[in-house]
């Protein structure tokens, strides 16, 4: 099951500018991102975006080989295997563009 929501939108309100914070959900087998997280995955790969009506917010979701890609590509902080990763971008993104990129994500989800 995904991770305690509350827990999400605290690391998603507290983010620092350039973590990328990963839940694994059993149910379908992938990891998810959320919110800021979700918007700095796209700034280095394309994952399938959709956008959470429970979670008020976009999620992206993540096949085993773009987990692969961004161990690669970005900081592993931590990790527990089937449950979370964190990353770290390196440099600070911020919420520059943010708000406009949810909006376009929230458009496109709700005209589906």
């Given amino acids: ?5 509350n827990e999400i939108t605290l ?3 507290g983010n620092n500018g350039k973590t990328v ?4 959900d059993e149910m379908v087998g992938l990891y998810l ?8 995955i796209t ?6 975006l959709s956008y959470s009506v429970e979670m008020q917010m976009p999620v992206a ?5 773009q987990i692969l890609f961004l161990r690669q590509s970005l900081r592993k902080v931590e990790h ?3 449950d979370f990763y964190q990353f770290e971008l390196r440099s600070t993104i ?3 563009g943010y708000s406009k990129w949810a909006q376009n994500v929230r458009e496109k989800h709700t005209h589906i």
């Fill in 11 to 13: 690391n998603e309100l």
């Fill in 94 to 96: 911020g919420e520059f």
């Fill in 80 to 82: 527990r295997p089937k």
């Fill in 21 to 24: 914070y990963l839940y694994y």
């Fill in 33 to 40: 991102a959320f919110g800021l997280s979700a918007y700095y």
């Fill in 61 to 65: 979701l993540l096949k085993r080989n």
């Fill in 1 to 5: 099951m995904l991770k305690d929501r």
């Fill in 43 to 48: 700034l280095v790969m394309d994952p399938f």
